[in-house]
């Protein structure tokens, strides 16, 4: 499968954010999406989830040799700051996400056994979601988005915020659900991008541009990173 | 000082002249055409600066002449209660009185415009110097008001110009006074407030000068000049002590900072404070469960846990009316010589409930905390956002508003059919279903009304904060239409008739419209 983007494009009033984008994204890839304060990296997850309207451009999945639209199902949006409902417990959350998604869900796992996948302790699953901490409502969050199995994973600074022991289980999560699926992360932060994904992506000026990996996570190859993104 | 007051003028200038442009930019059609560079447009600026100006003479000038106008209007509506009081008397005794209530609410000092938080708190200005100079202008300003109003009421109502002139000195004087007494306060490590300088003793010393102001002219009894001229001398000169307060003073950035972050907190507090209300408002309770699925499921706890700010107040509202129409129905068999003006207005003045049943409807705060406490969040999962999703909960919430509603709509619907019987009846049967129903009619069309503009123009941003102008423009007309119609009087028969019809019409139009549009509409503005 494939997911392509074609002539994006989307401004601000006269401000070009994403200029006539046109990129393929492999599945079964962890792409690290680094682009400078301000380059438009939320803009274009936005667009994606079509949560924003663009002005120009096509959003479409390839599988098989044939092409389709991107549909809602496609998209697993996950967001810096957690966001679930407060008013549900964990377990209510999930109950709910499998009612909705019965028909989609392909593997046969109770709640109890998801909960467990996450390391979300027992005593927290009936708890309402408002007491949650900041790293639980994350895992959450990440868990529903997990469960509908979709197609392409948007991640928006993900692991910024979260404590190392829980970043590092959501980076070991994310290494062991990137099968068959595509993985986009975007991130401020250098050395996360180069020890998690397996392609790096950078926006700038409007554009995305595929880095050469040869010699990642070498001195020289951050150097490369830093010069393309101080170019004007 | 000269520099200090041309960066205070320039700032308070900038900040009005920006506003007056965002606001522009705020208007739907407008908002498109207006590039970002409006701001430093040299027309629109100009013409920015011109309004800014304008603001600056007419707003002081028609504040002063509103409060001159009223303490006129009390003096004569006193001068009738009491026939034997000259003018001047009654007039200078409300000023007098005015003034100390004027002062409890405004000393000019520490006022915590944000123009001043710029100043002192992010651009480092003296705070001493930005403090006296403002003072002085505010002071200056009132001085040539007043002195200008007191030189007319010489001419037209005979009040000598020597107590006119007095009472100038006087108001500046008593202010002075109290920005010294706040002063000391202050370096005695109290928190001061320039809105409130007396803290605790601020309200109960206006209700009792209000009292002072409103008795002693209605029972006859003004101060007479010689007292006044006495009250207005001592405070002339604790004004000479409050200014040498001013001069010695030296802890202007310390009272700024403390009155500046006070108001400051308030401010984004009172924000925030429904967003923390929302959430607070989810009931801890372990026993709320729901047996049902889906959207069912998610909205069964939804209205469990937000009981308090859902079912509670409609339980309230529908309370009070049961009361109120309960005793209306006694007094009219109790007082039966009220009973055919009440049934002349419950068959013409129906339209007046369409204000009633606005003001009720609880459909603003149930969006709210859909918003808040629910879609804020599920929003950002692509299961929630699916047409068929949206349009299914959709349905179930207007089911659930209608129901919130339609309780105290039918108590409200009802005891105005009880007060018709009771009052005389009607030749024309159809009224007391009129009655009945139009309240009803008007409640669903505000639920759906309000569920509606909520799923179409969805306002909120990430940050809970209403982001669409037209969402606002269509809350302000609504609320517009609602209040024109309470002063309109208009036979219940034809009003009843067209509200149940246009209800109808509309619920129908609207929830086409959702059907169609909410699917694209319904999202979380970026």
Redesign the interface.
Known sequence: MNFKIEGLSKSFNKKNVLKDITFTFESGKIYGLLGRNGAGKTTLFNCLNKDMKFDSGKVSIEENFKERDLVAEDIGYVLSTPTVPEFLTGREFLKFFFDIHKKNLKEDKSIDEYFDFMSIDVRDRDKLLKDYSHGMKNKMQMLINIIAEPNILLLDEPLTSLDVVVAEEMKELLKGIKKDRIIIFSTHIMDLALDLCDEIVLLHNGELEIVDKENMGSVEFKEKIIAALKED | MSNTLRISFSLKNTYRVNSILYAIKQIPILKKIL??SLYRMIGFKIAGHILSWMWEVLSAIFGKAIYFGLLVGGTFLMGELNQASAFGEIFMHLFLFGTIIGVMSNTYMLSTHRTKYYAIMLLNVDARKYNIINYVYEILKLSICYVIAFVVLYFTAGIPLWLGLLSVLFTVGIKTAVVGYMFSSFEKGNDVDGTNPFNGFTFPLVILSAIMAGLFPAIGHPFPYVAITGVMAVFTVLGVFGLIKICKFNLYREVSRQTLLKAATIKTDSKKTVVTNT?KA?S?D?NITSNK???E??NE??IK??KKILWKPVLIISAIAFAIFAIANIAVLYLPESASEVNGLLLNSLPYFLFIMYAINRGMSYTQALFI??D???L???????PK?ILKLFTIRLREIVKMNLVPAFIIGAGLSALLFVSGGTDTPVNYLLLLFTPMAMSIFFSVHNLTIYYLLQPYNNNTEVKSGTYSIIMALTYAVCYIFMHIELPTLYFGLSIVGFSIIYCLVACLFVYKKAPETF??R?
């Open positions: 590039p970002d959430a989810i801890a372990t699925k889906g959207f499921f998610l706890l939804f846990r937000h406490n629910c804020h969040s599920l950002t999962y692509s299961a929630y956002k699916k999703n999202r979380i970026a």
